[in-house]
């Protein structure tokens, strides 16, 4: 105790020294300027040096570090759903509180960090602490985003209107796949175009172009409530992994995405958004015992061209914002990898599929009504069974504030259930409740 004290004398001992010292040196100065000892050229020259040294020691003070510019944020979603008809066995990928003998489920618990590191480096880290690492073991932490923004124009104005995106981030494909689940109105992205990039992410780079006033746009949509996509660019095209997210690359072929959206405001002040995106790619497809449809032993299926399938896809969207009333439509069609009829062999086969949802801005109040339709193999799910769906989901969205929504719906679904072997389907009605906080 006695040294702490001791060492802290004699730090003040030693400031005070110095600022004296400081003090001595100026009016030395001016006792020899006083004298004749120098002339007024150097006693200029010494107070001007002085005083450029005391700036660069403030400018030095006042320089803000690249952490004090990172910003935290995030949201949580708790959910409840309950099975209104007899066939409990309704399931859906995107939910696992759907089903019998199920319960609140922490559906989403994100925390983000963002900033820019300088002027031409920007970093996104994105974690969610709601992961699920099999039955009855919830709560993990997993990596959602972890990538940096390098601006690639020289001018200070345009800077952001092209860069770079490197790590692991969305895959620039379709509009709600891009839409942040924060903003986004209907409680799960649809099968029809998640399943061109299921979790949304996976590891590449990706090159976006946006011109300074749309960026105003994009931001726009996202302030004002009106469930914009964010900023993707209008222009973009991505060389990614593509065997998704947080899943170790299976093979030496690279997906190559293409992204074009643009949005612009009609006579009226309502603004259309309207885009087309494509990729390729192919993927290795996980396989595992099943039993042939014919009966017989379970068997491991077998698999076209050494496991490598084509996955390729294009699409197109329309978003009418709600100003009040909006409109929003995606559709793709594609080809990829499906377990065949006879459950022997895992093949390359069409897909396509799509969505409509129509919804109402009243002050902080939105309904809509989605209609979602699938027809193909989910590629990222064992087997990469044969998958159809057919849904309308019924709901209403209220903001209590800005922190804090309610989210009450009901769905009516007729999926395949891809949980096991034979893979049926379920058809079923849910009540739906989520309550979101932000911060």
Not at 116 to 122: A, F, L, P, R
Not at 167 to 182: H, I, R
Request: neutral net charge.
């Amino acid at each position: 105790m006695r040294r702490s004290w001791f060492a802290t004398i004699v730090c003040v001992i030693g400031l005070g020294l110095i600022i004296q010292a400081n003090n001595a040196h100026a009016k030395l100065e001016d006792i020899l300027y006083e004298k004749g000892q120098i002339t007024k050229e150097e006693w200029v020259k010494a107070k001007a040096d002085a005083e450029k040294e005391e700036a660069i020691i403030q400018g030095h003070a006042a320089t803000e570090k690249w952490y004090e510019k990172i910003s935290i944020r995030g949201y949580t979603q708790l959910r409840y759903n309950a099975i209104t008809t007899d066939d409990k066995l309704l399931n859906s990928p995107y939910d696992s509180s759907i089903g019998n003998n199920k319960g609140f489920i922490l559906r989403r618990a994100r925390l983000t960090l963002s900033g820019d590191i300088n002027d031409w480096v920007s970093l996104y880290f994105q974690t969610d602490f709601a992961a699920t690492a099999g039955t009855g073991n919830n709560h993990f932490a997993q990596l959602r985003d972890l990538y940096a923004d390098i601006f690639l124009m020289p001018s200070k104005e345009l800077r952001k209107e092209l860069r770079l995106r490197a790590g692991q981030s969305k895959v620039p494909y379709g509009f709600e796949t891009l839409q942040s689940s924060q903003q986004r109105l209907s409680l799960d992205r649809t099968d029809a175009i998640n399943t061109g990039a299921p979790n949304e992410r996976d590891i590449g780079f990706f090159l976006y172009y946006t011109p300074n006033e749309t960026r105003k746009v994009f931001r726009r949509l996202i302030e004002t409530g009106l469930k914009g996509s964010g900023d993707y660019g209008v222009l973009g095209i991505g060389v990614y992994n593509g065997q998704t997210t947080n899943v170790s690359e299976a093979n030496d072929n690279k997906h190559v995405v293409l992204h074009a959206t643009y949005p612009f405001e009609l006579p009226y002040g309502q603004i259309v958004q309207v885009g087309v995106d494509a990729y390729t790619g192919k993927i290795v497809v996980s396989r595992g015992l099943v039993t042939p449809a014919a009966g017989g032993p379970a068997a491991l299926p077998s698999i076209d061209n050494g496991g490598n399938i084509d996955d390729e896809r294009i699409g197109t969207h329309f978003v009418l914002y709600p100003q009040p009333f909006g409109l929003q439509a995606e559709w793709n069609w594609g080809r990829g990898p499906e377990l065949n009829a006879a459950r022997t062999r895992i093949q390359e086969s069409s897909l396509q599929g799509g969505y409509v949802q129509a919804m109402y801005k009243w002050d902080n109040i939105m309904p809509y009504v989605r209609w979602q339709q699938y027809y193909g193999g989910r590629k990222n799910v064992t087997n990469s069974p044969s998958n159809v769906v057919r849904e309308t989901e019924l709901g209403v969205e209220y903001q209590f504030n800005k922190a804090l929504e309610l989210t009450v719906a009901y769905a009516w679904m007729d999926r395949t259930d891809n949980s096991t072997a034979p893979y049926v389907m379920r058809d079923g009605q849910v009540v739906r409740f989520q309550l979101q906080w932000n911060y």
